[in-house]
């Protein structure tokens, strides 16, 4: 069974970097064919996907948010980070990381971590 958890800081200052990290247990992010994502829900808004990085350490990002997104990978810890810069309370929102299988026009997400509230306030 395959867990991952989001950690890091739920408030964060306008114009600051938002760092969230997300613990992997169970299966190991180097994994063929799996890719590691972050997907964040404004409040009253549908889910919007970040960014991942796949198994290779190949990175991918969502086209409205790529300037300010970065995806890394500690594979000694299993973990991967997410960096979310110049951020602005339409940042706000609930930060998901999880695991998907992706091909040439889909994305199908199996596990999924509890998710973290981000709240970007000064």
């Known amino acids: 069974q395959v867990q991952l958890q989001e950690s890091g800081p739920g408030l964060v200052k306008p114009s600051q970097t938002l760092s969230l990290t997300c613990t992997v247990s169970?299966?190991?992010?180097?994994?063929?064919?799996?890719?590691w994502n972050w997907i964040r829900q404004p409040p009253g808004k549908g889910p919007e996907w970040i960014g991942n990085?796949?198994?290779?350490?190949?990175?991918y990002y969502s086209p409205s948010l790529k300037s300010r997104t970065s995806i890394s990978r500690d594979t000694s810890k299993n973990q991967f980070t997410l960096q979310l810069t110049s951020v602005a309370p339409k940042d706000t929102a609930l930060y998901y990381c999880?695991?998907?299988?992706?091909?040439?026009?889909?994305?199908?997400?199996?596990?999924w971590g509890q998710g973290t509230q981000v709240t970007v306030s000064s």
């Open positions: 990085i796949a198994y290779s350490g190949s990175t």
């Open positions: 999880a695991r998907s299988v992706q091909g040439w026009g889909y994305r199908a997400y199996d596990y």
């Open positions: 169970g299966g190991s992010i180097t994994t063929n064919d799996y890719f």
